[in-house]
């Protein structure tokens, strides 16, 4: 069976008929995979340690950490991260990258704080660090990926027959 034909539209690419996704098509399916994975340590986590991941955030103020949470929090993410990767790629596609990795690794770095200071068993802490890490890791590979080409800023390379 023979491919059929790849056609650019602005920042999205597309095939007729075979496996090419659009770009956004593929970054809204790593957000939903950030979640899933996500979601798969919460499933795995709360039988593991037999309870619910409960966290206090001071006296009276305890809160369990539902699968909806998970979810909802992991896709928030996503989407921001997604945004800020569009907003900064568009004013500079090759500088974009760079800041917008540099700004999601210091995200994922401060958002390792909440399990880490939430007073709850070392065990939760460890279970909501993976999530966030799970999440982060899959964001910050997939993303920078999905997004628009770098474009070549110096044009074609000129062929030896355009020298004579």
Do not use: Y
Request: charged share 10%; hydrophobic share 50%.
């Amino acid at each position: 069976m023979e491919a059929s034909p790849t056609q650019e539209t602005g920042s999205t690419q597309r095939r007729t008929r075979g496996g090419i996704l659009s770009r956004p098509a593929r970054s809204i399916g790593l957000i939903v995979l950030a979640a899933a994975g996500a979601l798969a340590v919460w499933a795995i986590a709360v039988p593991g340690l037999g309870s619910p991941l409960t966290v206090s955030f001071g006296p009276g103020l305890d809160q369990t950490v539902t699968p909806a949470a998970v979810g909802a929090t992991a896709a928030g993410a996503g989407l921001l991260a997604w945004g800020l990767l569009a907003v900064l790629t568009r004013a500079s596609a090759r500088k974009g990258r760079t800041v917008w990795k540099a700004v999601a690794v210091t995200a994922a770095v401060l958002s390792l704080a909440a399990p880490v200071t939430a007073g709850t068993a070392v065990d939760v802490k460890l279970a909501l660090a993976f999530m966030h890490l799970v999440v982060a890791a899959v964001l910050i590979t997939g993303l920078p990926r999905s997004a628009a080409p770098v474009e070549n800023l110096q044009g074609p390379s000129p062929s030896p027959a355009d020298e004579r």
